[in-house]
């Protein structure tokens, strides 16, 4: 009976010695590696899902730098160069036309001199600025003669089919009185009517203008 014992606990260890080695092997046996996984062939890992690939060594590129000689602000602007050229020589036309006038003339000339530049609103406004007749006596008991000239300054506001220009308008004037020569800013609003440039509006530049072309302009007296 001591022998049948003895046999058994011998039978007993010889299990607990294979289940171990079992284990001590189990232990050093490398991970299974699947594709793209980093394993003894050389295979490389793969990148689990929601693990964040590793920042890029490559800084971004630079915006190229603007060059003042390339730079085409025409490119930015809601009116070509040929447009604004179109509108200024009206407006410079115009400021001339205003400034011209002589005493022995028929207003009603001169009023439709005006008008070739104008829109309808603006044209019977000035017609009936430069008609009235305290205006028509006035310039015909001092006898004035104005010739006028004028430059544009400078555009003020710019939109699509609309835009404003300070433009400098000298008048030389002889009269009863003497000469005499005055110099005036107007801020001359400008509008598109079919393919070409009407002024809308005219007022001394300092009243300011910010391009509405909303409503009829209000002209100004003489």
């Known amino acids: 009976m001591a022998q049948v014992n003895d046999r058994r606990g011998l039978a007993f260890a010889g299990v607990v010695v294979a289940l171990a080695a079992v ?4 232990s050093m046996r490398p991970a299974a590696s699947g594709p793209g996984d980093e394993g003894p062939a050389g295979r490389t890992a793969v990148i689990s899902e929601g693990t964040p690939a590793p920042p890029s060594s490559t800084a971004p590129s630079p915006a190229p730098a603007v060059s003042p000689g390339s730079f085409d602000i025409y490119r930015y602007l809601p009116l070509s160069r040929q447009q604004i050229a179109q509108a200024a020589d009206v407006a410079q036309r115009f400021a001339v036309s205003y400034a011209t006038f002589r005493h022995d003339e028929d ?25 009235t007749p305290a205006t028509v006596e006035q310039n015909r008991a001092q ?15 710019i939109d699509e089919g609309s835009i404003v220009f300070v433009v400098t308008s000298l008048q030389r004037i002889t009269a009863e009185a003497g000469p005499r020569q005055l110099s005036t800013d107007y801020a001359i609003t400008l509008t598109q009517v079919g393919t070409e440039w009407r002024v809308f509006d005219m007022q001394p530049a300092e009243a300011g203008q910010d391009g509405d072309t909303g409503g009829a302009g209000d002209g100004i007296v003489q």
């Open 143 to 157: 006898k004035i003669v104005s010739q006028g000239s004028a430059q544009v300054k400078r555009i003020r506001n």
């Open 23 to 26: 284990g001590v092997y189990l």
């Open 107 to 131: 207003p009603a000339t001169y009023a439709d001199r005006l008008k070739a530049f104008t829109t309808l609103e603006l044209g019977s406004v000035l017609a009936r600025d430069v008609t």
